[in-house]
């Protein structure tokens, strides 16, 4: 079972699309945690490759290996195109492979992978974490982002060859229908107004930030997920109700449940759990940085504040769980935004975003063939 986040969710559904349509295609990627792993994964053949453990991910794989191995590889599979997945380590090392083999790459910038380095500790680092952004995509074929800010950011930085690719929606699956009175009278016995955060307990979503929202009246904190800072996050928070890690139908019930949604993370290229929140009829409150500043209208589908001004995220909270009124024309509006935001649609999109990288370099396209790879 592979690591669940926006860019692992991401991957799987373009993979479910390219099944779809025949593609052959080869996935390269770290070795499981577990060493156990499938062979296929959606119909693609799955190539692994030896890797280390990042420090507080047991889950997160960081492959070993030269440029040398992953060329060895794609030179074997000889790809039309090869998709750079969020690519930082094993994507560099592919990107340079592909580029000495003449294969045409997009690479799909999902991560701020630089401004993470401040946040964990080690702001020296950012500098060289962005030249190393800069490197990879000045190689690419074709460069990919899910939001306005990551274009211009990347844009700012140099990079050429910058295309918006946005991220589909599931919306049979998270829908105002999945809302659960039993789950909610489990959560709050009350009948307070339930505030929920959905994503991955580590330092760079900020989710310490909701701390900001303890006392309100008449509400209750409830944190879906699971990651690195689950027991420091439970002291930080003493009055949220944790459930770990939910999937599936589960999420989904949860996510309805919720009468306000609530992300404090000042890093997100997108923030697919906000679109999530969305499709199941749920107003949100989030930073106004990264993809929020594409995903949410102040005082329609919810509101943004400025980063790091708690007292406006809990006054925005306060404004909404105080008015039933306003909360329920606000959870129309974000559940009527996001309906045509399809997978099969933006999957169509990639495609036609591979077609566009083969064209562009002609000598080793063979675009009969249908094959690719992703990293």
């Known amino acids: 079972m592979p690591l669940m986040n926006g860019v692992t969710h991401s991957i799987l559904r373009v993979l479910d699309h390219l099944q779809e349509r025949g593609d052959e295609v080869l996935v390269i990627a770290p070795s499981a945690h577990d060493g156990e792993a499938a062979a296929q994964v959606k119909g693609a053949e799955v190539h692994r490759l030896p890797a280390v453990p990042l420090a507080g991910y047991t889950n997160v794989r960081v492959a070993l290996g030269g440029v040398y191995r992953v060329k060895r590889i ?13 690519p930082f380590v094993l994507g560099w090392r592919a990107a340079q492979a592909a580029d000495q083999l003449g294969i045409p790459t997009v690479a799909v910038y999902q991560t701020e992978v630089p401004s993470y380095a401040a946040r964990y ?5 950012e500098n ?14 074709r460069t990919l982002v899910p939001s306005t800010f990551a274009l211009n950011q990347l844009r700012g930085r140099g990079i050429p060859r910058v295309r918006m690719w946005r991220r589909g929606v599931d919306t049979a699956r998270f829908s105002p229908e999945k809302r659960d009175a039993g789950w909610r009278a489990t959560v709050a016995p009350n009948g307070e107004r339930i505030i929920g955060y959905v994503g991955r307990l580590a330092v ?10 303890t006392g309100i009246p008449n509400t209750k904190l409830v944190v ?23 999937g599936g139908d589960d999420l989904a019930r949860a996510m309805a449940s919720f009468d306000l949604f609530v992300h404090p993370g000042e890093f997100e290229t997108f923030c697919q759990t906000i679109q999530e929140a969305m499709a199941s009829g749920v107003p949100v409150v989030a930073t106004g940085r990264g993809g929020p500043l594409d995903l949410v209208e102040n005082s329609r589908t919810g509101w943004l504040y400025e ?10 909270v306060q404004d909404l769980v105080g008015d039933d009124a306003k909360r329920r024309a606000f959870a129309a509006a974000a559940h009527a935004s996001v309906q045509g935001r399809t997978w099969p649609a933006l999957c169509a999109d990639l495609v036609q975003h591979y077609q566009d990288a083969v064209a562009a370099v ?14």
């Open 74 to 86: 794609l030179a074997e599979y000889a790809p039309d195109v090869v998709h750079l997945a969020s």
């Open 121 to 125: 500790g080690v702001p020296f680092l």
């Open 128 to 141: 060289w974490a962005w030249t190393r952004v800069e490197n990879i995509h000045l190689l690419a074929t």
């Open 204 to 213: 760079e979503k900020q989710v310490e930030d909701l701390a900001a929202l």
């Open 224 to 246: 879906v997920g699971d990651g690195p800072q689950h027991a420091i996050l439970r002291d930080a928070l003493p009055g949220a109700l944790f459930t770990g890690f939910l």
């Open 307 to 316: 980063p790091g001004d708690l007292s406006a995220m809990r006054s925005r």
């Open 362 to 375: 002609p000598a080793v396209a063979c675009p009969t063939s249908r094959k690719g790879a992703q990293l």
